[in-house]
């Protein structure tokens, strides 16, 4: 098993992306820490990684946007696994609004979440982790090309990219490596709750809708030993969703 004894944070690990992620890290051996802020949906993730079998498994609930959640997360990890290898920042947030209908405060919200909370786990893992550890961000294919009325969105998700790439060079000397991934379209709420496509102004056919699976089995691969010379990488992960655009 590619991660036994290898300590593992999901956040936004509740449902969709989150959860798959931590369910394919389970099946090969890892410690999971589950990381999200609603705490049903936290719940109802660790009883679902139970019955599966998963054993090494602890939840923290925390709002990424704040660093003393973070700090207390990742310290919570290492105390009860005695490690951190891997980090997936996950967690995510989407509003849909017209550029002229958005406020400071929407802005700062997306912001908070999508990009200052990769930021703060960064911080952190960079304290705390050792050599060979990996951090993966969940970025966006709307980092590249976009639609209407996610301008803020679409701004955190290009600058998680950026921050992936400063991330990557300083992690060079440390040991870690830091990557990025764009999903496409994935079947999640995420997708069927966004009103561009129930309007029709985003159109999406089936054969360009992936599963939750798909990124986690990208983001085990970024983390394990097989990719231990990829560093800085922006994968789309989409099924050609981008070529098409």
């Not at 509740?14 to 719940?43: C, K």
């Not at 960064?122 to 060979?132: C, E, H, I, P, Q």
């Not at 970025?139 to 090309?145: F, K, P, R, T």
Request: net charge negative; aromatic share 6%; charged share 20%.
């Amino acid at each position: 098993m590619r991660f036994k004894n290898k300590t593992v944070i999901v956040t936004g690990g509740g449902g969709g992306i989150g959860l798959a992620t931590a369910q394919r890290f389970a099946s090969e051996g890892a410690n999971i820490v589950l990381a999200d802020i609603n705490p049903d949906l936290l719940h109802k993730a660790e009883n679902e990684l139970k019955t599966a079998g998963t054993k090494s498994i602890c939840i923290s609930q925390c709002d990424v946007s704040n660093e003393q959640q973070v700090e207390a997360t990742v310290n919570g990890a290492i105390e009860h696994f005695g490690t951190l290898d891997v980090v997936v920042n996950n967690a995510g947030l989407m509003i849909f609004k017209k550029i002229e209908e958005q406020t400071a405060q929407d802005w700062e919200r997306i912001l908070n979440v999508d990009l200052m909370g990769a930021f703060f786990f960064t911080k952190y893992a960079f304290l705390k982790m050792k050599t060979g550890g990996a951090i993966i961000n969940i970025s966006s294919i709307h980092a590249i090309e976009t639609t209407p009325m996610v301008a803020c969105y679409a701004a955190a998700k290009a600058a998680l990219l950026s921050l992936t790439r400063s991330a990557a060079i300083e992690g060079k000397a440390k040991g870690i490596r830091v990557n990025a991934i764009l999903p496409g379209a994935i079947d999640t709420p995420m997708l069927w709750d966004n009103p561009n496509i129930k309007a029709g102004l985003e159109q999406v056919s089936k054969d360009t809708v992936g599963k939750p699976e798909d990124i986690a089995a990208v983001v085990a691969f970024l983390a394990s030993a097989d990719a231990a010379f990829v560093q800085g990488a922006m994968i789309e992960v989409d099924g050609g969703r981008l070529n098409r655009l």
